[in-house]
Nanobody
Framework: QVHVVESGGGLVQAGGSLRLSCAASGRFDNINTMAWYRQAPGKQREFVARILNTGSTKYADSVKGRSTISRDNAKNTVNLQMNSLKPEDTAVYYC????????????WGQGTQVTVSS
């Protein structure tokens, strides 16, 4: 069974920084895409950033230039460093990984709350 668990959320003032982490555990053979999504109250879940196993990255326009996604393939982890945080970044952040166990499947973490105060 595969598990994906986030950590690192919290309360921060506008202009501050946070680093989110996510780790996959269990029995699997490979991880392709690692990504972060977020969902603010009353809004749909939206894409934040993703990194392929090649290291190629993509960011939502809303976080581009303020965030950096990175991964450690040896540890099966992905991190999201967020700087210059704004109140509109307040949301529950979810980790998503595309993992091969017996088949390729998407796995989601339980989410971690990020609150940015003005």
């Amino acid at each position: 069974q595969v598990h994906v668990v986030e950590s690192g959320g919290g309360l921060v003032q506008a202009g501050g920084s946070l680093r989110l982490s996510c780790a996959a555990s269990g029995r699997f053979d490979n991880i392709n895409t690692m990504a972060w999504y977020r969902q603010a109250p009353g809004k749909q879940r939206e894409f934040v950033a993703r990194i392929l196993n090649t290291g190629s990255t993509k960011y939502a326009d809303s976080v581009k230039g303020r965030s950096t996604i990175s991964r450690d393939n040896a540890k099966n982890t992905v991190n999201l460093q967020m700087n210059s945080l704004k109140p509109e970044d307040t949301a529950v952040y979810y980790c998503n990984m595309n993992i091969y166990s017996t088949v390729w499947s998407d796995y989601w973490g339980q989410g971690t709350q990020v609150t940015v105060s003005s």
